[in-house]
């Protein structure tokens, strides 16, 4: 409670670095903040192209040409969101070492920025996404609500595991490798770029062990049949990312002494 | 994450005592460094279930105890290495004591080690919110000051150019002016300022004094005696892995200047065994021991003397044949070599020093009063025939003492090798009314009264 009301007391800080952050971002670049689209609008060319007109992959059920791209967005959009949180959190104290050196302020603060930036990217993916499926006619009504839940858990998951990597990676520093290769199995281990039913099914069924699968699969339920998802199969997501939070101020607690000498 | 709260807590957790609370206390504090690479440490701490083992640990300083009460300036004082800074990093809380532990009941504004953690690629205008901001301050607080940041600092269009285009002097000024905006309770000040020309310097001097008066408590570390003895009432000597004394900055400082100067004796005597030590001459008469007496603690090697202070230059020597031209002479040089202020027993119309062969005698030159400037001065001394040195040189003997004057805690300040002492009149009646004197107060004169 106390390190909330520390938090809240220390907001200035976490907008300061936030809008440095996305300053830095986009200052001296031409287009700005339109590569923040064209990058994963790219790829999701890449892959409508790819699967749903080369390979004619097909949405077992769904019958329109759109259905495809909206399965594909919905996923890689949320998964974006997930991937930067992680990649961005596990290097921040590294990255901030000189302000932690010489400043005593609540360190967790420094993770604020980062969902935040995370969640201004998302929102505007979201937003075009969602013009997106008002023009095609494909936008799912008051079910889109629903998605905060996934969401939720999402970022929750993505903020524990990103917690403990930054500790950890103040001492291991391969660590940024290993967690970029991880991500990237991850990825392909989770049904966003092709649908689970192409799987045989044993592999489906280690595919329940992924913590990321059954967000994802929310999301898509929302998005494709346009209904309210379950809350049940979030469970076992949340549980995970539970374990990782406490395991992650395990960690940190016990490093804290030796990270500020080895910064 | 008990480092956060350090800095936070306004509860005191201690019982009721009868005084005062101090604001900032150290208790059996000790900092190690583990052996081995921090990966090993890491491991170690996350999957050792056993206590830690101390026994090969490094050690900075152990049993470290102190209380600061409110509104006192601590002077810290140590040669390299002896734990000054990382001390400093406990009581801010930018690193976590191997032992013990600290008690801090006010806010803390730190400049440790050269700048306050400024981003090089952001403009000293950005990083100055960003810092009052790692501080806790709003932006609406920030606004209200960076006006007064911009003018402190006098770094003029630069404050709004990135902080990679500073000098590190205008880094210093803008960190002095961003940790200094407001008035902290505890202003942590470590060696930084001595990056600084002496104009702001005396600026920053200026502002620290001012709110030592408002009641922040200061610690100060600095090598510079002059600015400890004239800032702090209080002096804590770090040294040899512990706190070594605690004490007045006078005691503390004649302390350490005996304990560098012992150090230097013996790094000499190791370096250089009887070769050229600065001493010249035929030896016919010697000097056998030259000492510093300050009225206040007697004998002192390398001394620290107040401005007007009286200094008595102790000569003890021996002819070794009987010299009726014997002359003694004492000159005293600055810190770059320039000569100060010399004269001999022979200008001084002083004879007959020299006549008993072989026996040991004193000579003292009592100054009554060191009309010197601030700054670190060396004593040559000399035996020689007549006059000068040139007709027959004894012993000559550079630097045979060195010693420091500093000003007063409340002089006035004034630049320069000499003390003149000065009264300032405006508008004296002998002469009248339109006489253009500097008046020392920097107020103006009012030419009809």
Redesign the interface.
């Known amino acids: 409670m106390k390190t909330l009301v520390d938090m809240w007391r220390f907001r200035g800080l976490a907008r300061a670095i936030a809008e440095r952050d996305l300053r830095m971002r986009y200052t001296g670049s031409v287009l700005g903040p339109l590569w923040l689209l064209l990058q994963p609008l790219s790829m999701v060319l890449v892959y409508t192209l790819v699967f749903s007109q080369l390979m004619r992959a097909r949405l077992p059920g769904i019958d329109s040409s759109f259905a495809y791209s909206v399965y594909l967005l919905t996923g890689v959009i949320s998964w974006g969101m997930f991937q930067e949180i992680v990649q961005r959190s596990k290097g921040i104290l590294v990255e901030h070492g000189n302000l932690i050196k010489k400043v005593s302020f609540p360190r967790l603060v420094l993770f604020v920025p980062v969902v935040a930036v995370a969640a201004f990217n998302f929102l505007v993916m979201a937003a075009l996404f969602i013009i997106f499926l008002l023009l095609t006619g494909l936008f799912p009504g008051w079910a889109i609500f629903a998605a905060i839940a996934p969401l939720g858990v999402l970022v929750l998951m993505a903020l524990a595991i990103g917690v403990m990597l930054s500790a950890l990676q103040v001492f291991f520093r391969d660590i940024g490798q290993v967690v970029d290769i991880v991500l990237q199995l991850v990825f392909w281990g989770t049904p966003i770029v092709y649908p689970i039913t192409i799987l045989p099914e044993h592999a489906q069924r280690w595919l329940e062990w992924n913590p990321i699968m059954a967000p994802i699969r929310s999301l898509h339920t929302i998005f494709l049949e346009h209904q309210v998802p379950a809350l049940a199969p979030l469970g076992y997501p949340l549980a995970v990312a539970a374990v990782v939070g406490i395991v992650a101020v395990y960690v940190y607690r016990r490093l804290y002494g030796a990270i500020l000498d080895e910064l | ?1 008990t ?6 807590d306004t509860t005191d957790t201690q019982p009721a005592a009868p005084r005062v609370a101090p604001i900032l206390r150290a208790i059996n504090l000790g900092k190690a ?2 052996p081995g690479r ?2 090993q ?2 491991m170690r ?2 999957f050792s279930t056993k206590a830690e083992d101390k026994t090969d640990l490094r050690w900075v300083f152990r049993n470290v105890s102190f209380d600061i009460a409110r509104g006192e300036a601590i002077g810290i004082i140590g040669i390299n290495g002896a734990g000054k800074s990382t001390l400093l ?1 406990l009581l ?5 004591p ?1 032992e013990g532990s600290v008690e801090c009941t006010g806010e ?1 504004a ?1 400049l ?2 050269l ?5 090089p ?2 403009t000293g205008r ?1 990083n100055a ?11 609406a607080q920030i606004d209200s000051v960076i006006d007064a940041i911009r003018e402190f600092a006098e770094i003029g269009d630069y404050f709004d150019l990135p902080l990679r285009t500073y000098s590190s002097g205008m880094g210093v000024r803008l960190a002095f002016s961003v940790a200094t905006a407001f008035r902290p309770d505890i202003l942590v000040v470590d060696e930084a300022l001595a990056v600084g020309d002496a104009y702001f310097q005396h600026k920053s001097f200026a502002r620290i004094r001012q709110f030592l008066d408002e009641g922040t408590t200061l610690l100060f570390v600095s090598h510079d005696p002059s600015a400890i003895k004239s800032l702090c009432n209080r002096a804590l000597l770090m040294g040899s892995g512990e706190l070594l004394m605690d004490a007045s900055p006078d005691d503390v400082l004649d302390y350490y200047n005996a304990m560098i100067a012992e150090r230097t004796l013996a790094h000499e005597k190791a370096a250089t065994p009887e070769s050229f030590d600065g001493r010249s001459g035929n030896g016919k008469a010697r000097y056998d021991a030259v000492d510093l007496v300050a009225p206040r603690t007697g004998v002192v090697n390398q001394g620290i003397f107040r401005v007007g202070e009286p200094m008595t230059v102790r000569l003890t020597y021996t002819a070794h044949e009987a010299l009726p031209d014997l002359v003694a002479g004492v000159l005293i040089k600055n810190r770059v070599g320039a000569d100060a202020f010399g004269t001999n027993t022979w200008f001084l119309g002083i004879k007959e020093i020299g006549e008993q062969a072989g026996v040991q005698r004193v000579i003292e030159f009592q100054f009554e009063q060191l009309n010197l400037g601030p700054g670190s001065y060396s004593i040559a001394v000399a035996l020689h025939r007549d006059m000068n040195h040139l007709a027959e040189n004894y012993d000559w003997w550079e630097r045979a003492a060195i010693f420091t004057v500093v000003l007063p805690s409340v002089a006035t300040h004034f630049i320069g090798t000499a003390a003149l002492p000065l009264k300032v009149v405006v508008d004296p009646v002998a002469i009248g009314a339109g006489v253009a004197t500097p008046a020392t107060t920097g107020t103006a004169s009012d030419p009809t009264s």
């Open positions: 994450m480092a956060l709260n350090l800095l936070h460094y583990a921090g990966r440490v890491a701490r996350l990093k801010t809380a930018t690193a976590m191997t803390i730190a440790l080690e700048g306050m953690g400024f981003h690629d952001f950005q919110y960003l810092s009052g901001q790692t501080q806790g301050r709003t932006r």
